[in-house]
């Protein structure tokens, strides 16, 4: 299914028109994957390409994966966009163990992606929300032909324990050495800041760290809660944006 519609343009790029598509995609394992994806209509140029994996239930319809895909497309990119299997099946289920058939979804997504004829393929960024995050790292990390990685609200304080699992979440992120952006709320259970900083003490400078206000979803108090819902939309606002930005330098646009 197609749709066409205007993206305003920003940051000096003229309006572009960009199309939107909706595909089910099949992995190794006969899973169906749903995914979102919007392109820009740059003629015959090549466009990087930006993968986002969701959060366990926050799906790729909800703000910060949805607007990061809409503002990450008015900087030029192509934006692939998906749900796992387990949370469209019937009955929805529950991510498998050791999230081993949410890594093949989001593989099959990115293969998909590097194999569009629009894309350039030496220019691919992937991100992961939340529960995205463990899935994305390790792709990241096997895959060196990805440029970076964003982890949005990434996953470092055990809220039973208050324990710091950074380590434990992203296995030698310190010896990284391609660009990763995370962002997170100062008020997040699921990773402390001054967790994360002890943790990213010793990255090799490649870490860009955007902390804003909110919880595990860049929001304030209950979910469509009337009273937050401006602030709200302008927290994930200012999110997204630098996301973009962040993405966009990384590409060289």
Request: hydrophobic share 40%; net charge negative.
């Amino acid at each position: 299914m197609k749709s066409l519609f205007i993206y305003i343009g920003i940051f000096g790029f003229s309006p572009l028109f960009a199309t939107a598509e909706e595909l089910k995609l099949t992995t190794p394992r006969g899973a169906e994957v749903n995914v979102s994806t919007t392109f820009p209509d740059l003629g015959i140029e090549k466009a990087p390409v930006l993968v986002i994996a969701p959060g366990q239930g926050y799906h790729m319809d909800l703000p910060l994966v949805k607007d990061l895909a809409t503002k990450a497309a008015q900087n030029g990119f192509i934006v692939y966009r998906f749900n796992w299997n387990y949370f469209t099946a019937e009955p929805q289920g529950q991510p498998s163990g050791d999230l081993h058939k949410e890594i093949e979804d989001m593989q099959t997504v990115i293969a998909h992606a590097k194999a569009d004829s629009r894309v350039d393929s030496s220019r691919v960024v992937i991100a992961g929300k939340s529960l995205g995050t463990w899935v994305s790292y390790p792709i990241f990390v096997q895959d060196n032909s990805i440029l970076g990685l964003i982890l949005m609200t990434p996953i470092c304080t055990d809220p039973n324990t208050n324990r710091a699992i950074g380590e434990e979440s992203y296995p030698a992120l310190a010896a990284q050495t391609r660009p990763i952006a995370m962002i997170l709320g100062n008020q997040d259970p699921l990773c402390s800041v001054p967790m994360l900083y002890d943790f990213l003490k010793n990255t090799k400078g490649n870490v860009s760290l955007n902390v804003f206000a909110g919880g595990h979803s860049l929001t304030f108090g209950k979910p469509d809660d009337p009273a937050n819902a401006e602030r709200d939309a302008k927290n994930i606002e200012a999110t997204v944006n630098a996301t973009a930005q962040w993405a966009r330098i990384l590409v060289g646009k």
